[in-house]
T-cell receptor, first 116, second 109 residues
Framework: DTAVSQTPKYLVTQMGNDKSIKCEQNLGHDTMYWYKQDSKKFLKIMFSYNNKELIINETVPNRFSPKSPDKAHLNLHINSLELGDSAVYFC???????????????FGPGTRLTVL | GQSLEQPSEVTAVEGAIVQINCTYQTSGFYGLSWYQQHDGGAPTFLSYNALDGLEETGRFSSFLSRSDSYGYLLLQELQMKDSASYFCAANTGGFKTIFGAGTRLFVKA
């Protein structure tokens, strides 16, 4: 019974295309995140959502548009894909604690995006 | 800017003890987490320190000194399966967590 799931696991596409990644958590958490991990394994926060509301947008290009239809889902749509978007994208969830980010984040398995 | 510094690589032998240090510089701070990530896998939570001192969870322990903006992860009785990347992460408030660049741990037989 997967706690945080993402689809697809792999995504290979051409420059200029539009693609979406879906994320679902069954932990009952209020907060969900998108992270980008580049080839050097640097893990950078992109977005935080709490109770379906966007809280953080970390200077991500507006080609990236997250959508949270409900607390259990946070999807990521990317327009006009560029070579530099190639990375692994992780969805995560947590229950807010002091500082609100939550002590423990649960990560999905990741989506490896390759832009050709 | 906000940043966390940790060594890029550490090598140790099976059965040994290894310490991975992390210093942080953030505008807000609520606690320090540690995550493990195997190649091709997702980060998994190891520990969290909100207060100064040592937290022990099995073979892993984590330490925090807020006055020194410093923490470490201690891995004891190293096993081959501990070979992975380890990330420290600061809870800076406002639903934001900043990760260090990760420390690659190589465990040799």
């Amino acid at each position: 019974d997967t706690a945080v799931s993402q689809t697809p696991k792999y995504l290979v596409t051409q420059m200029g295309n539009d693609k979406s990644i879906k994320c679902e958590q069954n932990l009952g958490h209020d907060t969900m995140y998108w992270y980008k991990q580049d080839s050097k394994k640097f893990l950078k926060i992109m977005f935080s959502y709490n109770n379906k509301e966007l809280i953080i947008n970390e200077t991500v290009p507006n080609r990236f548009s997250p959508k949270s239809p409900d607390k259990a889902h946070l999807n990521l749509h990317i327009n006009s894909l560029e070579l530099g978007d190639s990375a692994v994208y992780f969805c995560a969830s947590s229950q807010p604690g002091p500082g609100l980010a939550g002590e423990q984040q649960y990560f999905g398995p990741g989506t490896r995006l390759t832009v050709l | 800017g906000q940043s966390l510094e940790q060594p890029s690589e550490v090598t140790a032998v099976e059965g040994a003890i290894v310490q991975i240090n992390c210093t942080y510089q953030t505008s807000g701070f609520y606690g320090l987490s540690w995550y493990q990530q195997h190649d091709g896998g997702a980060p998994t939570f190891l520990s969290y320190n909100a207060l100064d001192g040592l937290e022990e969870t099995g073979r892993f322990s984590s330490f925090l000194s807020r006055s020194d903006s410093y923490g470490y992860l201690l891995l004891q009785e190293l096993q081959m399966k501990d070979s992975a990347s380890y990330f420290c992460a600061a809870n800076t408030g406002g639903f934001k967590t900043i990760f260090g660049a990760g420390t690659r741990l190589f465990v040799k037989a």
